[in-house]
């Protein structure tokens, strides 16, 4: 386990800790619900690159809503 692990799971414990002293233990499942469902609103910046004729255009295309 690295640094940074730590420190995204002292956060975690420290938040989930505040969570259940506000809203008591029996809504852990509305914090978990929002908790997992955050990685849906980060916005993902994805640079392509490669020579010429390898699938770039395809890929992006493929891969666009
Ligand atoms: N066999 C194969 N051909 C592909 C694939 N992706 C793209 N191509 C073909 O490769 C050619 C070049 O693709 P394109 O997306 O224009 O490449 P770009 O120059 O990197 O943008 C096109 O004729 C595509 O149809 C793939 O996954 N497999
Ligand atoms: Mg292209």
């Known amino acids: 386990m690295d640094l940074m692990d730590r420190d995204w799971e002292k956060l ?3 938040e989930m800790k505040r969570y ?3 809203h008591g233990l029996s ?3 509305e ?4 908790k997992l469902a955050r990685w849906q609103e980060v ?3 994805i ?3 490669g020579d010429s004729g390898v699938g770039k255009s395809s890929f992006i ?3 666009r809503e």
Do not use: G, L, P
């Open 31 to 34: 914090y978990f619900k929002t």
């Open 43 to 45: 916005e993902v910046n």
């Open 47 to 49: 640079a392509i690159t």
């Open 61 to 63: 295309n493929s891969i």
């Open 12 to 14: 975690t414990q420290e």
């Open 27 to 29: 809504r852990i499942k």
């Open 20 to 22: 259940v002293e506000e």
